[in-house]
């Protein structure tokens, strides 16, 4: 059974800083990891994935993977009060199977 | 852009009852999945459907729960006899079997009393 493991937080940053989020997970063959957003009671967004070893950036969102060491990160740049939610790591077994999601507050 | 719809948003019932809940995939979309998240746990998956049938089932996923896709748009999962257990947000999602991220319905908030 594929496991994706987080940090519950909540990880607390302030306004306009840069809130990084991480993820491990347990399958080396994994291939494909995304990030979503949770807002409370709310349905989970999809926000990033990723493929490939390395950065991805969208926006002031940026996705980095290390196959080697099974590690999946979000970092979230210039932070806004509106990107506080839970926000969930998963990876793509045929179906999507999610982490437990952190919490993040940006503290205005 | 086309999104995955739900219906109802929410639902009570009582204990022992069946529920049936509904979800319209997006259109061109060939794979369904159904997810429910308790409160304050995380979303866990329950069953996969392709080609009309079960393709995946997790263990949440007894006799009790049962999935079908009874005209080319809708997908329903029904809980036959709920549990005060099953009170839950249930999510519908669809894919086009491309390899990127699952959208997510707006969920259906069970409450089972």
């Known amino acids: 059974q594929k496991e994706v493991e987080q940090n519950s937080g909540p990880l607390s940053v302030p306004e306009g800083a840069i809130a990084s989020l991480n993820c491990t997970y347990s399958?080396?063959?994994?291939?494909?990891f995304f990030w979503y957003r949770q807002y409370s009671g709310k349905s989970p967004e999809l926000i990033m994935f990723i493929y490939s070893n390395g950065d991805k950036e969208d926006g002031r969102f940026t996705a980095q993977l290390n196959k080697a060491s099974q590690y999946v990160s979000l970092l979230i740049r210039d932070s806004q009060p509106s990107d506080s939610a839970t926000y969930l790591c998963a990876v793509r077994d045929d179906k999507i199977i999610f982490g437990k999601g952190t919490r993040l507050h940006i503290l205005p | 852009e086309p999104e995955v719809t739900q219906t109802p948003s929410h639902q009570v019932t009582q204990m022992g009852q069946e529920v049936i809940l509904r979800c319209v995939p997006i259109s061109n979309h060939l794979y369904f999945y159904w997810y429910r998240q308790i409160l304050g746990q995380k979303v866990e998956f329950l069953v996969s459907?392709?080609?009309?049938?079960?393709?995946?089932k997790s263990e949440i996923f007894d006799d009790q729960f049962s999935v079908e896709r009874p005209d080319g748009s809708n997908f329903t999962l029904k809980i036959r006899s709920t549990k005060l257990e099953d009170s839950a947000m249930y999510f519908c999602?669809?894919?086009?079997?491309?390899?990127?991220?699952?959208?997510f319905g707006p969920g259906t908030r069970l409450t089972v009393t």
């Open positions: 999602a669809s894919s086009d079997g491309q390899e990127r991220g699952i959208p």
């Open positions: 399958d080396r063959g994994s291939q494909s």
């Open positions: 459907f392709y080609n009309n049938e079960i393709s995946e």
